[in-house]
């Protein structure tokens, strides 16, 4: 999953989005009155509101809004609605009985203690379900139905009503007979078959089996919809439904999307239905798309050449039992091939003696990346990289265990490997980067950020996750091996290249370097981004907060509850 901080280009780019009116509350001040409005029909109380929570597991959003099924379709004309919402977007591993927890209490997994497939573990004394919430605040009677047994027992179990089903049609009509005679203010009603049936077929909108409980979710839709319009008393009262899905599923992306959005498991469905509630549709920003922005120095190869010099040639010196982790951004300035320039190196002369150095060679026509080291044969990259495009470049050197290797990562894809000998690689040379004694090239232009050094060797799986980050911080999972970090980002204009590990190994510039500032998309890597870049659709622990406002109840900021509250547009001729 993703690392989450500042990239204020998100705002730039997509707060522009005028889908409708949002008021963002915090629990402690007054929600917009929405019943407000509602209030001159005939015998109208507040007491007359009535929520219908339809839960189903499974539904995902991108699949969904490819069909236009005809009820949903006609639910979204007076409804504020989205089919990218998120189910979480927090930095774990995804899950239903995560979604369902999300939904039921309006807290993430870091408060409701859910992280994996089990319910068992949900802290329900600190985060109590909407239905415990709503009885100890309003006393009003709430009814639930559903298939999964754990999921009824364990946060169902507070409902007045309720029963375990055992299908969806029954789900149906054990819902409808509640609306119809039962006195429930609140309904909980959790489907579950299209989940099912998409781990047994797919979750993709082509798939005739997925395609068929979709449909069967709708036209249920359509009937429950219509068993409120029979009640004697509809008048009289203000239903609001709510419809959501507590996962997605897996499917195929067309675009590569490093961001929460582009994870299908997290793709929900969020519909907000009242008849006097205007269409409203929250599209989800462009999460392919987002820039890695900074600055670095471009390193030319003339005379002076340009380089980045660490003062202390001790540092970096590892022993024939030190496993070690390098990964760096490189960009070529130029598309032209060159031959042995070295780029980074901690040696006394390029490709002899003790030590190691990175180099470009041209290999099939195009230039590659080269390790070579008095450890082990020379290791090459097999992407080009005189592309005039941004690439993740990963060595990672493993000395510690029973086999000794060197490995070589582009774009975090292993590219090869070779054995390793017992020889030390300590030496009185500096690390550098840019040009060394012995490198005869003139004519490279590169930039060079983003430099790590870790003190442990990635496993292939985590250089494919990491090695895409663009800003280290204390949230990446290998913060604590950081010997030295070097992004280059806060020093544009000045002589030093700033050691950000707390380590204090600052670099010092040399020759007529230049700070070059960049604003480029590139698909593997992971700029960072605000949480609030995500709380600009729906999120499953929204929607208890938005009920809660329904109800008239204001929560408390003791509850710690996560949400954000949605101000739904009106019909004009509401008011």
Not at 223 to 237: A, D, V
Not at 510 to 527: A, E, I, K, R
């Amino acid at each position: 999953m993703k690392i989450k901080t500042f990239i204020s280009i998100v705002y730039r780019t997509f707060l522009p989005m005028a889908v409708l009116s949002m008021a963002l509350s915090s629990c402690n001040k007054e929600f917009p009155n929405i019943l407000k409005s509602f209030s001159e029909q005939p015998n109208y109380s507040t007491g007359s509101s009535k929520v219908l929570y339809v839960i189903a597991d499974g539904i995902r959003g991108k699949a969904l809004q490819q069909l236009e099924l005809p009820n949903l379709k006609i639910i979204s004309r007076n409804a504020l609605h989205s089919y990218g919402s998120l189910g979480d977007y927090e930095d774990i591993q995804f899950t239903k009985e995560i979604g369902l927890a999300n939904l039921m209490t309006g807290v993430t997994s870091t408060k409701h203690k859910v992280v994996d497939n089990s319910l068992s573990q949900i802290d329900q004394t600190s985060y109590p379900s909407l239905l415990k919430r709503i009885k100890s605040e309003k006393n009003l009677h709430t009814a639930a139905f559903s298939t999964n047994e754990e999921f009824y027992n364990v946060v169902l179990k507070d409902a007045d009503t309720g029963s375990l089903a055992i299908s969806d049609a029954d789900i149906l009509t054990k819902t409808k007979e509640e609306i119809s005679k039962g006195t429930s203010d609140l309904i909980v009603s959790h489907f579950s078959e299209p989940y099912i049936v998409g781990l047994q077929h797919s979750f993709e909108a082509d798939d005739q089996e997925y395609l068929e409980a979709l449909r069967a979710f709708d036209t249920a839709l359509g009937e429950l919809i219509e068993t409120i319009k029979q009640r004697p008393t509809y008048g009289q009262e203000n239903w609001l439904v709510v419809i959501t899905s507590s996962i997605g599923g897996p499917a195929e992306n067309s675009q590569v999307d490093n961001t929460s959005y582009g994870d299908n498991e997290r793709n929900t469905i969020t519909f907000f239905y009242n008849p006097k509630f205007s269409r409203s549709l929250l599209t989800r920003p462009n999460s392919t798309e987002i820039p890695y922005d900074g600055s670095a120095i471009r390193y030319t190869y003339g005379s002076p050449a340009v380089n980045a010099t660490l003062q202390d040639a001790s540092s970096f010196n590892f022993d024939t039992s030190d496993d070690f982790t390098i990964v760096f951004f490189f960009k070529s300035n130029i598309t032209s091939s060159h031959n042995y320039p070295i780029i980074l190196s901690k040696r006394d002369v390029g490709f002899s003696g003790n030590g190691w150095n990175l180099f470009l060679e041209v290999r099939d026509g195009d230039n590659k990346v080269g390790w070579n080291s008095n450890i082990s044969s020379q290791v090459f990259g097999t992407k080009r990289v005189n592309d005039g495009e941004w690439h993740s470049i990963a060595v990672v050197v493993s000395r510690s265990g029973n086999a000794d290797s060197v490995k070589m990562f582009t774009d975090g894809e292993l590219n090869a490997f070779n054995t390793a000998n017992q020889s030390s690689l300590a030496n009185n040379a500096p690390l550098v980067i840019g040009k060394k004694a012995g490198d005869g090239n003139t004519s490279p232009d590169f930039l060079l950020s983003n430099l790590q050094i870790y003190n442990t060797a990635f496993s292939n799986k985590e250089v494919a996750e990491l090695a895409g980050i663009t800003h280290v911080d204390a949230t990446h999972p290998k913060y604590t091996n950081l010997l030295g970090y070097w992004p280059g980002y806060e020093d544009a204009g000045t002589g030093k290249l700033s050691d950000m590990s707390g380590n204090n190994h600052h670099m010092v510039l040399s020759g007529p370097y230049n700070w070059v500032t960049f604003s480029d998309v590139v698909s593997y890597f992971q700029p960072p981004i605000r949480d609030s870049f995500y709380r600009m659709v729906p999120n499953a622990v929204d929607v208890p907060f938005f009920i809660y406002q329904w109800f008239g109840i204001i929560p408390k900021e003791s509850w710690g509850l996560e949400g954000k509250s949605w101000t739904p547009t009106l019909l004009v001729s509401t008011y």
